[in-house]
């Protein structure tokens, strides 16, 4: 399930030769990881409903729900580390800006410590809502 889901993923960022998703795009593509992550790591509609209010819950299963939506599109590897040119590279015009500010200020090229991956996951997330409140676009809510 996990293969064809990524495939969908990547079929989807893959739309004449773009490497991003077009916007009417970007719905199909969360909705996919939400589903692909939501079953992996169950999360309550208490806190996905919070999280659209941009308030995050340290909940363990939330946090590796963020791991594994990075993973999904191999923006993290098994160190922890979150490759944030390609995050912000993959991004719509719309969020674009917004990649771009939390990728620059919660992530130091070549000082991500290796960590599990689920807090570094939850840590960047984090890190972007303390700076804008609009980083929840980036979030498949």
């Known amino acids: 399930m996990a293969a064809a889901v990524f495939a969908i993923v990547m079929a989807l960022l893959v739309v004449q030769s773009s490497a991003r998703p077009q916007p009417d795009e970007t719905e199909d593509m969360k909705m996919a990881l939400y589903n692909a992550c939501s079953v992996k790591f169950p999360i309550t509609?208490?806190?996905?409903?919070?999280?659209?209010?941009?308030?995050?819950?340290?909940?363990?299963?939330?946090?590796?729900?963020?791991?594994?939506?990075?993973?999904?599109?191999?923006?993290?590897?098994?160190?922890?580390?979150?490759?944030?040119?390609?995050?912000?590279?993959?991004?719509?015009?719309?969020?674009?800006?917004?990649?771009?500010q939390v990728v620059h200020n919660c992530l130091k090229p070549g000082q991500q410590p290796k960590q599990d991956g689920c807090e570094a996951a939850f840590n960047f997330f984090y890190c972007g809502l303390k700076l804008s409140p609009l980083t929840i676009e980036l979030l498949p809510m």
């Open 45 to 100: 509609e208490e806190i996905k409903n919070n999280a659209k209010k941009s308030i995050i819950s340290d909940d363990p299963n939330f946090k590796c729900f963020l791991k594994c939506c990075l993973e999904e599109m191999s923006l993290i590897d098994e160190d922890g580390i979150i490759d944030g040119e390609s995050t912000i590279a993959m991004m719509t015009d719309k969020v674009k800006p917004i990649a771009e």
